[in-house]
């Protein structure tokens, strides 16, 4: 691990965004509630934000950080669903791995809940879309 003992202690935010392409049929299914595995997007979301606050023990040399909130937001397009997540902390260090892999796992509980739904699904387009310090 690189030593970030020189750095202040700031606010920090990341945002991180991927989308899940799916049929539209799949995604009327997840619109009424109708797919096998249960509320689709509720297991995702907590999957997210288990996995952002798991990211040290996922990817070797991450700094592990206290976070103070983790939010996995999920917008339903026709055919896809764009899921983001936002990672705030306190630390010396930023979060952009913690919301790009809270976005990530999210996407990948909702791709493994509903594949038996759809054989087409595909997660693309994974990507930090803001890291900022707020002091």
Same mark, same amino acid.
């Given at each position: &691990?690189? =030593?970030?003992?020189?750095? /202040? ?7 991180? &965004? ?5 049929? +539209? ?8 509630? %109708?797919? /096998?595995? @249960?509320? !689709?997007? $509720? !297991? %995702?979301? !907590?999957?997210?934000?288990?996995? $952002? ?6 990817? +070797?040399?991450?700094? /592990?950080? +206290?976070?103070?909130?983790?939010? !996995? ?5 026709? =055919?896809?669903?764009? #899921?983001?997540?936002? #990672?705030?902390?306190? %630390?010396?260090? @930023? #979060?952009?791995?913690? %919301? ?12 493994? *809940? *509903?594949?038996? $739904?759809?054989?087409?699904?595909? #997660? ?12």
């Amino acid at each position: &691990m690189v =030593s970030v003992n020189h750095k /202040p202690v700031q606010e920090r935010v990341a945002e991180a &965004m991927c989308e899940l392409k799916c049929e +539209p049929q799949t995604l009327n299914a997840l619109r009424e509630h %109708a797919l /096998p595995k @249960g509320d !689709v997007l $509720a !297991v %995702a979301r !907590v999957a997210g934000i288990q996995a $952002a606050k798991s990211t040290a023990a996922l990817i +070797p040399l991450c700094h /592990p950080l +206290p976070l103070d909130q983790v939010c !996995v937001d999920f917008t339903l397009t026709e =055919s896809s669903i764009v #899921v983001k997540c936002t #990672v705030k902390t306190g %630390a010396k260090t @930023g #979060v952009e791995m913690e %919301a790009l892999t809270g976005a990530s796992i999210a996407a990948l509980t909702l791709y493994d *809940m *509903m594949k038996s $739904a759809d054989k087409t699904m595909r #997660v693309n387009d994974l990507r930090v879309t803001k890291k900022e310090k707020i002091n």
